[in-house]
T-cell receptor, first 114, second 113 residues
Framework: GESVGLHLPTLSVQEGDNSIINCAYS??????FIWYKQESGKGPQFIID?????DKRQGQRVTVLLNKTVKHLSLQIAATQPGDSAVYFC?????????????FGKGTHLIIQP | SAVISQKPSRDICQRGTSLTIQCQVD?????MFWYRQQPGQSLTLIAT?????????ESGFVIDKFPISRPNLTFSTLTVSNMSPEDSSIYLC??????????FGPGTRLTVL
């Protein structure tokens, strides 16, 4: 399938290590944030979300941290596996204006080395 | 989550022609969205489609170029009109479930020659 990571920053980690993917968001009014995983040839897959009234949320092997002061979001993946290789996007939205689409960050291409 | 399908999955088209992309959801949803993902890039919102009303377009996207239909709560179409090679992209639909949660279809990969 087509690669979606050709022009994106790349993060390479060893299998079993932890990885941290960072994202700077643009709108200080954004109150909802999502991390997506996109594998080659597929649509984005929802991983985890966080609302602005929280600064940390954990899922299975993933943790999202939100720092509203500096408008920074991070995704931590524990004990990475080969299946974690993909492009990861953060996305933000603001609910105050009614239902809106998402604004996506640039994306990071995560490569898991065997 | 939601089961979302798109047709066609990919197509190769000649410049000047138009292509209509279909998006089908397995259950009723109020909000549907269309995004474009240019090669090696992130996703950009084209428009928001509510059933029974005109689609709302983002800056840089116009109805004449990307007409959208939303005839019911499970279906939407996006047409890419008068195509040029610059329209070569992946086009994705998404639906909103719960509070702002959006789930995406598999995408339609369009190549314009």
């Amino acid at each position: 399938g087509e690669s979606v990571g050709l022009h994106l920053p790349t993060l390479s980690v060893q299998e079993g290590d932890n990885s941290i993917i960072n994202c700077a968001y643009s709108n200080s009014a954004s109150d909802y944030f999502i991390w997506y995983k996109q594998e080659s040839g597929k649509g984005p897959q929802f991983i985890i979300d966080i609302r602005s009234n929280m600064d940390k949320r954990q899922g299975q092997r993933v943790t999202v941290l939100l720092n509203k002061t500096v408008k920074h979001l991070s995704l931590q993946i524990a004990a990475t596996q080969p299946g974690d290789s993909a492009v990861y996007f953060c996305a933000e939205s603001y609910s105050g204006g009614g239902a809106d689409g998402l604004t996506f960050g640039k994306g990071t291409h995560l490569i898991i080395q065997p | 989550s939601a089961v979302i399908s798109q047709k066609p999955s990919r197509d190769i088209c000649q410049r000047g022609t138009s292509l209509t992309i279909q998006c089908q959801v397995d259950s009723q949803v109020t909000m549907m969205f269309w995004y474009r993902q240019q090669p090696g890039q992130s996703l950009t919102l084209i428009a928001t489609a509510n059933q029974g009303s005109e689609a709302t377009y983002e800056s840089g996207f116009v109805i004449d170029k990307f007409p959208i239909s939303r005839p019911n709560l499970t279906f939407s179409t996006l047409t890419v009109s008068n195509m040029s090679p610059e329209d070569s992209s992946i086009y994705l639909c998404s639906v909103e479930r719960g509070y702002n949660e959006q789930f995406f279809g598999p995408g339609t990969r369009l190549t314009v020659l």
